[in-house]
């Protein structure tokens, strides 16, 4: 049973940071394509980055993120991260961890992916 635990949610002002971790287990980590989502009350999830698996290149990231985010994994941790700085008021929405696999390739779309965590809470204040 595969199992993806978030972390790293919170309440920040406007330009802050946050770091957002996610841990799989239950499957062999590093042939999961990882990515992370986010739903805004109200609106439809949406793509905000995704690395391949393995080495972890491709990564892709939302172009309304771009710049400021950054995805990462670790294989030897079997984690993924997502590193956000200079958070806007835009950016405040439940971040999901997604993994799709084994052996899939990168993708924008949620229902491609296999797996799911709970989700943390992201808000940012002006």
């Known amino acids: 049973q595969v199992h993806l635990v978030e972390s790293g949610g919170g309440v920040v002002q406007t330009g802050d940071s946050l770091n957002l971790s996610c841990a799989l287990s239950?499957?062999?980590?590093?042939?999961?394509?990882m990515a992370w989502f986010r739903q805004a009350p109200g609106k439809e999830r949406e793509f905000v980055a995704v690395?391949?698996?393995?080495?972890?290149?491709?990564?892709t990231h939302a172009d309304s993120v771009k710049g400021r985010f950054t995805i990462s994994r670790d294989n030897a941790e079997n984690t993924v991260s997502l590193q956000m700085n200079s958070l806007k008021p835009e950016d405040a929405a439940v971040y999901y961890c997604?993994?799709?696999?084994?052996?899939?390739?990168?993708?924008?779309?949620?229902?491609?992916?296999?797996?799911w965590g709970q989700g943390t809470q992201v808000t940012v204040s002006s």
């Open positions: 997604a993994a799709r696999g084994p052996y899939y390739g990168n993708s924008y779309y949620p229902y491609e992916y296999n797996y």
């Open positions: 239950g499957a062999t980590f590093n042939t999961y394509t």
């Open positions: 690395i391949a698996w393995g080495s972890g290149d491709p990564t």
